[in-house]
């Protein structure tokens, strides 16, 4: 029976400032359409749990192409074996953009680092590996690969580089629908002649692949056997009796599966009871104690079960295609078989076309949805709707996994009450007393100023995004948000302004109380906008510098940021600056704006003399 509330959404709009429009949103409503307009979000996120929605995902996702010279040698013993590896996927972050809900990872124990190193079958392919990805293959811990020896080119070569890459999406898309990483704890036999076989996977791996997903996942972003047990006598109980949590508490968050068989499955359980204290789901059949989570790969033969499993409340991945054979012969059968089941996670080899197959044979869902409602249990009551649709591309110049990790960069925020924090309050509590000081507008003006006016007078020259549209679009898609953004969403750092009766140079909006202190936002993208105007007017590089520390200082003289979350911006836009110069598109504007630059410089007004010389009193002022 679905429980009786109503709430009130609000929204903000327009203009940069927020007000909040309410909306009676009824969530006892018999569908999503009929809880009123702009209500189907909140009555999805209420009424509908983790198993009553369906997505797509990849299977080995992080696998790419086959060398060629690798693949004509695995050709030449056997083609539809070659065949069976031909596939390839994009990166991480570009799948979960596409709406892709399910990963899939194959992980290979190396404690000691360095097993991988000299795959044979590159070897009899005259290739090597690039020292990049000698120096990841070296490093003791989990390896991502598909098979060692031949197939071992994958996006990101350990795991915990690849658990990174989805922590740090998922910290910057908070209300991602859950995503599920489904694991397959490698044990193979060497697969190519003097090749490299797999280390058994035994207890002791097991507990260490817990260690390392919890040392990148903290429990409040995981959905764990145990969350979902909760005082129930069995996982299976549980999920008999609908535990799994709502689809508004589960947004934001991962869950793991173990993809294998008995022997690893009783290995991974052990002696306990449960699940308990284990970050992974497990494959099992329905009558386990510890059911929760079952693979059932054919939707055509298991169709029956699937749906029976579905209804019963279990969570299910199927596959739409395998060995490349669907996508070769376009044939959609399967695929049609898949969706259709009710099964949770649908994995696929082909999230987009492949050119090469000359078809357009690729799996989502339909609309183009990144999760719709689940066929079989929920497909009437969300009236058609899409749960989530796929992230917009935001135009800047980085992929997800050339973004530096900014929790990995940055050092954390002070500790309470430590020498740090103390320093910050005090500091904080100083600069109240610049209020209506020269430096105080400044640092007013600062809050809203774009760059060609805040780096006026370094520049010494007036600039317009007319003047100069070149510059304007390289600081327009250059950005700091995916170095920044995840490290305000895992320290949540209060602002130092709040709980205190004290002024700031700027309005105390929900908006700024809800965007975390550290890191700084405004300090890391003005350190950028320096870095990058002083490369293009290199003889003004001092005084742009100077600049942009101080517009990182404007935030703390504001009290809208402590001196901490200031010097981790600082580092922050230098973090992404150096990142953007790995990208040919960047380099492209970046020179195009040097050529822009020289020549507009010429002919482009100064800023006027009186308000430079408000400007050096105001930053020459103490503080």
């Known amino acids: 029976m679905w429980k009786s509330a109503t709430v009130v959404a609000a929204s903000v709009a327009l203009s940069g400032s927020a007000y909040a429009a309410e909306v009676q949103c009824n969530l006892s409503a018999a569908d999503a359409r009929t809880a009123g307009a702009g209500c189907a979000r909140a009555w999805m996120d209420h009424n509908l749990k983790l198993n009553d929605v369906v997505t797509v995902g990849t299977h080995n996702s992080y696998k790419t192409e086959l060398q060629p010279a690798v693949l004509a040698l695995l050709r030449a013993a056997s083609p539809a074996g070659a065949d069976r590896l031909d596939y390839r996927h994009r990166p991480l972050s570009e799948q979960l953009d596409a709406g892709a809900r399910q990963l899939g990872i194959d992980v290979y124990a190396d404690p000691q680092g360095g097993r991988f190193l000299a795959p044979a079958g590159l070897r009899a392919a005259g290739l090597a590996l690039d020292p990049a990805r000698r120096a990841a293959l070296a490093e003791p811990g989990f390896k991502v690969m598909h098979v060692p020896d031949i197939d071992v080119l994958s996006a990101c070569v350990t795991l915990r580089v690849c658990l990174g890459i989805v922590r740090r999406w998922s910290l910057a898309h908070p209300d991602h629908a859950p995503i599920l990483l489904m694991f397959n704890a490698k044990s193979d036999a060497a697969a190519f002649p003097g090749g490299t076989g797999a280390l058994p996977f035994d207890a002791a791996a097991f507990d260490a692949l817990d260690r390392e997903v ?33 689809l508004g508490a589960s947004r934001g968050k991962v869950l793991f599966a173990l993809d294998e068989g008995p022997e690893k499955v009783a290995l991974y359980r052990g002696a306990r009871r449960a699940l308990e204290g284990r970050v992974f789901f497990v494959n099992t059949d329905e009558h386990s104690p510890v059911a929760a989570y079952l693979t059932l790969n054919d939707p055509v033969a298991d169709g029956r079960r699937i749906r029976a499993a579905v209804t019963a409340g279990f969570i ?11 996508a070769r012969r376009n044939d959609g059968q399967r695929r049609g078989a898949a969706l259709a089941s009710g099964a949770h996670f649908v994995s696929t080899d082909y999230l987009w076309p492949e050119p090469r197959f000359h078809n357009d044979y690729q799996v ?27 992230v917009a591309d935001d135009g800047g ?30 500091l904080f509590a100083a600069t109240r007393r610049m209020e209506g000081s020269p430096r105080w507008k400044l640092a007013t003006d600062d809050v809203k100023s774009d760059a060609f006016t805040h780096f006026a007078c370094a520049l010494g020259v007036w600039l317009t ?20 953004d995840p490290g305000k969403r895992f320290y949540h750092v209060l602002r130092p302004y709040i709980g205190l009766d004290a002024p ?22 003005g350190w950028m906008e320096a870095l990058i105007l ?31 979350a200031v010097q981790a911006g600082w580092l922050a836009g230098a973090a992404a600056t150096a990142a953007l110069h790995g990208s040919a598109a960047f380099r492209d504007d970046l020179e195009a704006a040097r050529r822009e630059m020289a020549v507009v410089r010429v002919g482009a007004p100064t800023p006027g003399i009186e308000m430079c010389r408000a400007e050096a009193a105001a930053l020459a002022q103490a503080y």
């Open 214 to 246: 919890r040392a990148v996942f903290p429990p409040q972003a995981l959905i764990t056997p145990e969350d979902v047990q909760g005082r129930y006598p069995t996982l299976r109980d549980a999920v008999l009796h609908d535990a799994w949590p709502t």
């Open 316 to 326: 299910v991945r199927t596959r739409a295609d395998a060995d490349t054979v669907e």
């Open 364 to 390: 989502r869902l339909p609309q183009g949805a990144a999760v719709r409602c689940n066929p079989v249990r929920t497909a009437v009551r969300c009236a058609g709707l899409a749960v989530e649709m796929p």
């Open 397 to 426: 110049y980085l992929a997800a996994e050339a973004v530096p990790d900014g929790l990995r960069i940055l050092p954390p925020p002070p500790a309470k009450d430590s020498p740090r924090a103390i320093a910050d309050r005090q």
């Open 465 to 484: 995004p007319q003047t100069a549209p070149a510059v304007a679009r390289l600081l327009d898609r250059a950005g700091v948000a995916g170095v920044v």
């Open 504 to 525: 700031i140079c700027e309005p105390k909006t929900e908006h700024l109380a809800g965007n975390g202190d550290y890191p700084s936002g405004h300090a890391a993208n």
């Open 534 to 564: 002083a490369e293009l007017a290199p003889d003004r590089a001092t005084e742009i510098l100077a600049r942009g520390r101080a517009y990182g200082e404007s935030r703390l003289i504001c009290g809208s940021h402590s001196l901490s």
